[in-house]
């Protein structure tokens, strides 16, 4: 499981927790989301994710 | 990025903020292989400002979290920094900056990026160590160490910035009053609706608010002891937080004689009357095809688009098309998404119920969406930010129905 990070807001996108609220259910692969999905924070579009090391 | 870059072109980035950080990995990423510094006279590299209200004074995001771009990424694209520097000058004619010390760089373009500063109040008292302002992490870090349980706090100012630290420093346990001289909340920059519900939820958490009161000093010997509004109430208080607004920090600009109004005058390309130097992010006053004028942003997405466009435009790439402006804040747990700026012309609707605290507030004048207000519903705001850019006609009735798909009309 990996990690993604919004550019314009720095939240994670944490493949293991998904994004329930957004109906992206836990273990959800960053490629496997639909491509209309958008940062659960800021409201950034898919686009805007890079791979996040900690 | 592996091969050290060539010396020219050189472009010099002034101020290491959100849009001098986006501009410099853009660049890159667009693969200009000339040579690039990014200068800034904070200590840090570029960090994500929006935390330093929310998360990061709560206390549930670090520091070293807060990076644009790990600490690595500088060197191995071949950026160089120049960080805890402040330029001084600029020389338009001899391409050159001239820094604090005395020193100066020479540049091929030269992009401004200096933002915005936190605007004071010219009433007495403003100047005690307890009446703090917030714009960066220093001054983060000055507020955090003073907001504790049971402190007394007074905002002033019910815009953004105020709101957040008011719910901060709820969260945190401090008795929180915000003043605002408007009418209502956030008077520029959301629409009646948001406003009233942003306060009702801040209400329910212990927040008082006094609308449509000025401030007339700030009392107290050295440090704070109490806020007297213009009615004649005194407010005790252990600390002010000033939340009136940010100006456009351009006097480097003017002072090189570029055209200035309320921010550097730049075109759609980003460029200042000066054809080798532009000016992107929260200093920038650039027009905005929908609005057809110029418009000062400050906001993270909007120094992100102008960032792009002119790393387009130095690496002679097509630009992609403009983006509606947009925006985000969150207070407790309330997300707020809005896309499009206030109109006072378009007709609103209300689009789910505010009692169930998500909801959406979509403004359309003349058939066309312009702009969208969502609390907690990031369907209605990515529908609202497709029918914003497409200008796909719409009846309000349509929208405020909550039982047709949003996807469907905004497709
Ligand atoms: C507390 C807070 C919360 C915010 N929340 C949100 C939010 O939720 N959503 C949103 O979209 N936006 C938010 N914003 C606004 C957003 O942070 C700004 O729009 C954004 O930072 C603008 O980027 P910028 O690069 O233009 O300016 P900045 O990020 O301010 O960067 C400018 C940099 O230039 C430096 N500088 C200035 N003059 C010089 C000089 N002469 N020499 C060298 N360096 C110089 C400054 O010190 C600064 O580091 C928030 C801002 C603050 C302060
Ligand atoms: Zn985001």
Request: charged fraction near 25%.
């Amino acid at each position: 499981m990996r990690k993604w990070q919004c550019t314009t807001c720095g939240d994670i996108y944490d493949e293991a927790i998904g994004d329930p609220d957004s109906g992206i259910a836990p273990g959800t692969r960053f490629e496997d989301i639909p491509d209309d999905w958008m940062c659960p924070t800021c409201g950034s579009t898919k686009d805007s994710f890079e791979p996040y090391t900690e | 990025m592996s091969e050290t870059p060539i010396a020219k072109p050189h472009v010099l980035v002034i101020g290491a903020g959100h849009a001098g950080g986006a501009l410099v990995g853009q660049l890159r990423q667009f693969g200009f292989a000339g040579r690039i510094t990014l200068v800034g006279d904070e200590p840090h590299t570029p960090y994500h400002r929006p935390p330093l209200s929310k998360a990061w004074l709560k206390g549930e995001t670090t520091t070293e979290k807060l990076a644009l771009k790990p600490g690595s990424f500088y060197e191995e694209q071949h950026i160089g920094l120049r960080l805890g520097e402040r330029v001084q000058a600029i020389e338009p004619d001899a391409h050159r900056v001239r820094f604090d010390d005395g020193t100066t760089l020479d540049y091929d373009w030269l992009v401004l990026a200096t933002g915005a500063r936190a605007r004071q109040l010219p009433i007495p008292g403003v100047g005690h160590s307890n009446v703090l302002s917030l714009r960066n992490l220093a001054d983060a870090e000055r507020l955090r160490n003073a907001l504790k349980v049971d402190r007394k706090v007074v905002i002033i100012g019910g815009g953004y910035i105020g709101l957040e630290c008011a719910a901060t420093a709820r969260a945190l346990g401090a008795e929180v009053t915000v003043v605002e001289h408007a009418p209502r909340l956030l008077a520029r920059v959301a629409s009646a609706s948001i406003a009233t519900f942003l306060q009702s939820e801040h209400e329910a958490q212990g927040v008082q608010f006094r609308l449509n009161t000025g401030i007339d000093a700030i009392e107290g010997e050295h440090a704070a002891t109490a806020v007297r509004l213009s009615d004649g109430t005194r407010l005790p208080c252990d600390l002010v937080i000033l939340g009136v607004g940010a100006e456009p920090a351009a006097e480097l600009a003017l002072a090189a004689g570029l055209a200035c109004d309320d921010g550097v005058t730049v075109d759609a390309d980003c460029r200042s009357s000066h054809p080798d130097i532009f000016a992107i992010g929260d200093m920038a006053k650039r027009p905005i095809p929908i609005y057809g004028r110029p418009i000062r942003l400050e906001s993270v997405p909007g120094a992100g688009e102008q960032a792009r466009r002119v790393a387009a435009v130095l690496c002679g790439r097509e630009p992609s098309a403009p983006e509606v402006p947009w925006f985000w804040s969150d207070q407790y747990d309330l997300k707020l998404q809005i896309v499009g700026l206030i109109d006072t012309d378009a007709t609103s609707v209300v689009r789910g119920d505010p009692a169930s605290r998500s909801f959406a507030v979509f403004h359309v004048k003349d058939t066309r969406v312009v702009c969208v207000e969502a609390i907690n519903s990031p369907p209605a705001f990515m529908a609202g930010k497709k029918l914003a850019a497409s200008g796909k006609p719409v009846t309000p009735s349509e929208l405020a129905d909550s039982s047709a798909d949003l996807k469907t009309i905004a497709a």
